[in-house]
T-cell receptor
Framework: GESVGLHLPTLSVQEGDNSIINCAYS??????FIWYKQESGKGPQFIID?????DKRQGQRVTVLLNKTVKHLSLQIAATQPGDSAVYFC????????FGKGTRLHILP | DADVTQTPRNRITKTGKRIMLECSQT?????MYWYRQDPGLGLRLIYY???????NKGEISDGYSVSRQAQAKFSLSLESAIPNQTALYFC???????????FGQGTRLTVV
């Protein structure tokens, strides 16, 4: 079966530093990957996506890197802010969306 | 108004009771999903539907059933609730392969 997993359940980062959240997947058929942010008491919200024919995509303060050779993707958040504190999920999809377990990002003052 | 609306937002029910969680969307999407979230386990797919006549089991469908009453409505039922079905439930929609999913605010279900 397919699975999507994150490497660390919790990540603590100093405010202003860059954050890197990693994710591995097992299904080679996944052709589209998404990062979601979930704040306390809310549903997951889309951050950024990347298709399998790309290896990098940038948004506002966020960058997603995809390495298909080792089935790994990462989310980089530049200049981390208190509002970035949340649980981050990677998800892979072919016809359905499968989520990883999530990484909780703590911002240290 | 929210694009994906779940009702109820919170529910406490007794073991053995039948309960229905409802989801409606105004995005006009064909695809709808039900996920369950437990601490430390991420979101696990229960059922998904690609159109009104299409229902598919996800990773953890046992103990659950769904009904796609219309393009905009997708309901999740627990025929006989048990305590280990206590969780946060999310409905989501998307408009096709290669697109993001939009989530509701979640339903917190407690089975006592």
């Amino acid at each position: 079966g397919e699975s999507v997993g994150l490497h660390l359940p919790t990540l603590s980062v100093q405010e202003g530093d860059n954050s890197i959240i990693n994710c591995a997947y097992s299904n080679s058929a996944s052709d589209y990957f998404i990062w979601y942010k979930q704040e306390s008491g809310k549903g997951p919200q889309f951050i950024i996506d990347i298709r399998s024919n790309m290896d990098k995509r940038q948004g506002q303060r966020v960058t997603v890197l995809l390495n298909k050779t080792v089935k790994h993707l990462s989310l980089q958040i530049a200049a981390t802010q208190p509002g970035d504190s949340a649980v981050y999920f990677c998800a892979g999809r072919d016809d359905k969306i499968i989520f990883g377990k999530g990484t909780r990002l703590h911002i240290l003052p | 108004d929210a694009d994906v609306t779940q009702t109820p937002r919170n529910r406490i029910t007794k073991t053995g009771k039948r309960i229905m969680l409802e989801c409606s969307q105004t995005k006009g999407h064909d695809r709808m999903y039900w996920y369950r979230q437990d601490p430390g386990l991420g979101l696990r797919l229960i059922y998904y539907s690609f159109d009104v006549k299409d229902i598919n089991k996800g990773e953890i469908s046992d103990g659950y059933s769904v009904s796609r009453q219309a393009q905009a409505k997708f309901s999740l039922s627990l025929e006989s609730a048990i305590p280990n079905q206590t969780a946060l439930y999310f409905c989501a929609t998307s408009d096709g392969i290669g697109t993001e999913a939009f989530f509701g605010q979640g339903t917190r279900l407690t089975v006592v």
